[in-house]
């Protein structure tokens, strides 16, 4: 069982900068694949990014592919997802999710995903 808290949502002008922080519970956390998603007003969830147990292999939505960078760091069960250049279109609650395939590279698909956080607001004002 994983257990996922994600911190570091709040609000900010566009072109602005914030990073979001999920610390997960659990000694097997470089086993899991993870991954962001996030879910704007209205709209389904979608993928943001996804970086393999090892950190090695990374993978971007288009729409934030070069201005989003996620990160992890084993040794705190964290995983981040450095965002900039930001957007009023990037707003949306963000949440971060462990893929079940554990050693696998991840998952662009959240039906893979076993465990989700509860979510952290990003509000960008234009």
């Known amino acids: 069982q994983v257990q996922l808290v994600e911190s570091g949502g709040g609000l900010v002008q566009a072109g602005g900068s914030l990073r979001l922080s999920c610390v997960a519970s659990g000694r097997t956390f470089s086993t899991y694949p993870m991954g962001w998603f996030r879910q704007a007003p209205g709209k389904e969830r979608e993928f943001v990014a996804v970086?393999?147990?090892?950190?090695?292999?990374?993978y971007y939505a288009d729409s934030v592919k070069g201005r989003f960078t996620i990160s992890r760091d084993n040794a705190k069960n964290t995983v981040y997802l450095q965002m900039n250049s930001l957007k009023p279109e990037d707003t949306a609650v963000y949440y971060c999710?462990?893929?079940?395939?554990?050693?696998?590279?991840?998952?662009?698909?959240?039906?893979?995903?076993?465990?989700w956080g509860q979510g952290t607001q990003v509000t960008v004002s234009s």
């Open positions: 970086i393999s147990g090892s950190g090695a292999t990374t």
């Open positions: 999710a462990a893929d079940g395939r554990r050693f696998s590279s991840g998952s662009t698909d959240e039906g893979r995903y076993n465990y």
